[in-house]
């Protein structure tokens, strides 16, 4: 199993060229000893920095916020422009990297599938738990929309500077299923180690990435928006936020399940997400 891994990685990575993807530069495959020369990421993983409260201060909301986007460019590449897609099946910010500049880049590969349409897509649940999508565990397919909620974990883990357990165990149904969201405020759920975001471009990024990540955790796959529609959004600019940021709640953020039901509605990621 373990050579499987690594071969597997070694295959997929080099077919990857993405700027938030780690760099591969070589690899060692013998009876006694495999290992991969990677790229060297000074800052380590996301994980680790978000454990330390000095590092995780120095990843201001800005570097946080470029964190998500990047990222999301990552998975947006693997799932839309590679071609079969690649499915990465292990997002976590366990293996996102960061180097000097605190820029992210997306690591681990071992259990990276390719989605062939000539094929089936069912395959042994991986990943780590408290970030595997929900119906892995019984349906046991593999689709682009598994990464898209990972990746809505890892956001949410961003914002709050922990693994959002409880977040996850509230909207464990559907977002929209939750009175209990409206009473949440989005500014209390924030890493409290940083201070509370003043500047507008800021504030109104947290509140797109919030509002993405909980569309991203929907129970249903068919309601997540695409990871391309994701990172077009990230991109996209937004004008002034409707309220004051601290009156805002997290049940003002849920996007009814219609706007992504069949991603199909949104291929060319046209639509807006309005907060």
């Given at each position: 199993m373990l050579r499987h891994s690594f071969t597997n990685?070694?295959?997929?990575?080099?077919?990857?060229?993405?700027?938030?993807?780690?760099?591969?530069h070589g690899f060692c495959l013998h009876k006694r000893s495999m290992f991969l020369i990677y790229e060297y990421m000074e800052r380590g993983?996301?994980?680790?920095?978000?454990?330390?409260?000095?590092?995780?201060?120095?990843?201001?909301?800005?570097?946080?916020?470029?964190?998500?986007?990047?990222?999301?460019?990552?998975?947006?590449?693997?799932?839309?422009?590679c071609t079969p897609s690649i499915v990465h099946r292990d997002v976590t910010t366990t293996n996102i990297l960061l180097n000097s500049k605190l820029e992210p880049f997306l690591a681990d590969f071992g259990t990276a599938k390719l989605l062939d349409s000539d094929s089936s897509n069912r395959t042994m649940i991986a990943g780590t738990y408290g970030?595997?999508?929900?119906?892995?565990?019984?349906?046991?397919?593999?689709?682009?929309?598994?990464?898209?909620?990972?990746?809505?974990?890892?956001?949410?883990?961003?914002?709050?500077g922990r693994h959002p357990q409880e977040l996850l165990s509230l909207?464990?149904?559907?977002?929209?299923?939750?009175?209990?969201?409206?009473?949440?405020?989005?500014?209390?759920?924030?890493?409290?180690?940083?201070?509370?975001?003043?500047?507008?471009?800021v504030v109104r990024d947290i509140v797109l990435v919030a509002?993405?990540?909980?569309?991203?955790?929907?129970?249903?796959?068919?309601?997540?928006?695409s990871m391309k529609h994701v990172?077009?959004?990230?991109?996209?600019?937004?004008?002034?936020?409707?309220?004051?940021?601290?009156?805002?709640?997290?049940?003002q953020l849920i996007i009814p399940d219609k706007v992504f039901m069949d991603a199909e509605i949104d291929q060319n990621g046209t639509s807006e997400i309005q907060s």
């Open positions: 990685e070694v295959k997929t990575l080099t077919e990857l060229r993405h700027s938030n993807i780690v760099r591969l993983s996301l994980f680790c920095v978000l454990s330390n409260d000095t590092e995780a201060v120095d990843l201001n909301w800005s570097k946080r916020i470029n964190v998500i986007k990047g990222i999301a460019n990552a998975l947006s590449y693997m799932h839309h422009d970030y595997i999508a929900p119906e892995c565990a019984y349906t046991m397919i593999i689709t682009e929309k598994c990464d898209v909620y990972s990746y809505g974990v890892v956001a949410l883990e961003i914002l709050v909207f464990s149904l559907s977002p929209s299923s939750s009175s209990t969201a409206q009473d949440i405020m989005l500014a209390h759920i924030l890493d409290k180690r940083l201070a509370t975001p003043t500047n507008c471009v509002t993405i990540a909980l569309a991203c955790i929907n129970a249903n796959p068919k309601c997540r928006p990172s077009q959004q990230l991109l996209a600019r937004k004008g002034l936020l409707a309220k004051p940021f601290t009156d805002i709640s997290l049940g």
